[in-house]
T-cell receptor
Framework: DSGVTQTPKHLITATGQRVTLRCSPRSGDLSVYWYQQSLDQGLQFLIQYYNGEERAKGNILERFSAQQFPDLHSELNLSSLELGDSALYFC??????????????FGEGSRLTVL | GQQLNQSPQSMFIQEGEDVSMNCTSSSIFNTWLWYKQDPGEGPVLLIALYKAGELTSNGRLTAQFGITRKDSFLNISASIPSDVGIYFCAGQNYGGSQGNLIFGKGTKLSVKP
């Protein structure tokens, strides 16, 4: 158990819909990261937040947005869903002491299926 | 953008055999990391390498940071069934946030008892 909690574990929805994925980082971790894992693309970095502020942005579509709240939990919002958005979405967190070490603690992921 | 080429894509080996996988990049990294993803779980850090030429072990796992800073390899000795999973290499540069970890596409390891 990494200490990172993601909900829901599984989600099935239709094209055009909007979903929200939730992540609670490990206790004390200020940074939260979102990754998308699809079969052919591996782990793709989407976005990072640090203590409520956006820190880095990766290959995140304009249809996707995220935020980190004062209690440090984070939400990833996916809208106007397309079939190609079906993937595993991982949240990860890292402690302040591991800045630049590359050590991330991943949750178990939220599997999104768009039909 | 930076990309990592990880090989092989998959391996199917007999229990007890040694395993070797590697990762190459067209650009340099200051940090190389190896993560493992068990079925139904998120990736877990196995080994982190911070210096060119560094050779680091973690139990039956050994990883090296290539001298050119453009490659890394991971060896697993005497494989056991619980080694099954997907192994990812990842590279990172100084000054970037950890969100700038670039992951390879993974090596899927299957172990036959």
């Amino acid at each position: 158990d990494s200490g990172v909690t993601q909900t829901p574990k599984h989600l099935i929805t239709a094209t055009g819909q909007r979903v929200t994925l939730r992540c609670s980082p490990r206790s004390g971790d200020l940074s939260v990261y979102w990754y998308q894992q699809s079969l052919d693309q591996g782990l793709q970095f989407l976005i990072q937040y640090y203590n409520g502020e956006e820190r880095a942005k990766g290959n995140i579509l304009e249809r996707f947005s995220a935020q980190q709240f004062p209690d440090l939990h984070s939400e990833l919002n996916l809208s106007s869903l397309e079939l190609g958005d079906s993937a595993l979405y991982f949240c990860a967190s890292s402690p302040r002491t591991s800045v630049n070490t590359g050590e991330l603690f991943f949750g178990e992921g939220s599997r999104l299926t768009v039909l | 953008g930076q990309q990592l080429n990880q090989s092989p894509q998959s391996m199917f080996i007999q229990e007890g055999e040694d395993v070797s996988m590697n990762c190459t990049s067209s650009s340099i990294f200051n940090t190389w990391l190896w993560y493992k993803q068990d079925p139904g779980e998120g990736p877990v850090l196995l080994i982190a390498l911070y210096k060119a030429g560094e050779l680091t072990s973690n139990g039956r796992l050994t990883a090296q940071f290539g001298i050119t800073r453009k490659d890394s390899f991971l060896n697993i000795s005497a494989s056991i069934p619980s080694d099954v999973g997907i192994y990812f290499c990842a590279g990172q540069n100084y000054g970037g946030s950890q969100g700038n970890l670039i992951f390879g596409k993974g090596t899927k390891l299957s172990v036959k008892p």
